[in-house]
């Protein structure tokens, strides 16, 4: 059975840090693309940050840049996102995706096949 698991949320105030670590088993995402997505209640899903295969090339939304890095340990079948200067606005459910038949840079939550069951990431003012 192929799994994404994601650890690392909670509680955190304004200014604070978060790392969040995605763990895949039942198979392994080493080549292919991967990403971070979240919601917040009543929004879409969007896309967080995303990096490919080999890790060479990352995507990072505007409303992250330069807070968040994304990363990854092909060794240990995991993903990263170390989270930095959190913001209230960055409250969401956080979700690691994979897209099984693709190398390069995944940013449409439609293309990923598979899923993680979110982890909950709440910054306080």
């Known amino acids: 059975q192929v799994q994404l698991v994601e650890s690392g949320g909670g509680l955190v105030q304004a200014g604070g840090s978060l790392r969040l670590s995605c763990v895949a088993s039942?198979?392994?995402?080493?080549?292919?693309?991967m990403g971070w997505f979240r919601q917040a209640p009543g929004q879409e899903r969007e896309i967080v940050a995303a990096?490919?295969?080999?890790?060479?090339?990352?995507y990072y939304a505007d409303s992250v840049k330069g807070r968040f890095t994304i990363s990854r340990d092909n060794a240990k079948n995991t993903m990263y996102l170390q989270m930095n200067s959190l913001k209230p606005e960055d409250t969401a459910v956080y979700f690691c995706?994979?897209?099984?038949?693709?190398?390069?840079?995944?940013?449409?939550?439609?293309?990923?096949?598979?899923w993680g069951q979110g982890t909950q990431v709440t910054v306080s003012s």
């Open positions: 039942g198979r392994t995402f080493s080549y292919n693309a």
């Open positions: 995706a994979a897209d099984s038949r693709n190398d390069g840079v995944v940013v449409d939550k439609d293309k990923c096949d598979y």
């Open positions: 990096m490919t295969g080999d890790g060479t090339i990352r």
